[in-house]
């Protein structure tokens, strides 16, 4: 299954950051599974964090929308096309997450980019050597990737039930589980 999420994601991105995203938020998912004892829908979860904006680069004003449509024709299954969509809950869909792998996808999905950027500024570009504290100081800064919306990522934790610093440090070591293989993905 996964041959083909890959196929369609190519199919409707070609930027690299976009696929870098994907990539890193497929593995993020798939570490939460196992995190939270989903570990036999690892894949599944996965599957999901890598189409979860499929629609994003070609159709940004239709986000989430296009997505449903989009995995509807490449005979994507109604369970995985509504939680792909639930990431857009409250921003650009009224689907709202229920699913504890949902939750995750809505509270991760903007964490990801905000750590990721904190990563590029590092010395090692790297999340292997980030601290909570210091993601923490970046967080808080407003200006600091100011496009990825603390309000959601906040919102998110309150989903999942943890404190924010909770959610910040497992996703740092959800991308640190993925990093390797995501960088070994983009060289190729």
């Known amino acids: 299954m996964r041959e083909k999420a890959l196929e369609v994601l190519k199919k409707y991105n070609k930027e690299p950051f976009h696929l870098l995203h994907a990539l890193t938020v497929e593995g993020v998912m798939r570490y939460f599974a196992e995190e939270f004892g989903y570990k036999e829908e690892a894949d599944f979860w996965a599957e999901v964090g890598l189409l979860h904006d499929v629609d994003y680069e070609m159709y940004p004003e239709e986000h989430c929308v296009k997505a449903q449509e989009i995995l509807k024709n490449e005979g994507f299954e109604e369970k995985f096309i509504r939680a792909v969509a639930s990431h857009g809950f409250g921003i650009c869909c009224d689907i709202e997450p229920s699913h504890q792998m949902e939750k995750v996808l809505f509270a991760t999905d903007e964490l990801t980019g905000l750590i990721g950027a904190a990563a590029r500024m590092r010395p090692s570009k790297s999340v292997m050597d980030m601290e909570l504290s ?3 100081k970046k ?16 919102k998110g934790a309150q989903m999942l039930g943890i404190s924010i610093d909770e959610l910040l440090e497992k996703t740092i070591m959800a991308m640190r589980s993925c990093e ?9």
């Open 134 to 136: 210091s993601l923490k």
């Open 139 to 154: 967080y808080k800064d407003k200006k600091f990737a100011a496009g990825c919306s603390r309000e959601i990522i906040d």
């Open 180 to 188: 390797e293989q995501v960088t070994g993905e983009m060289q190729q």
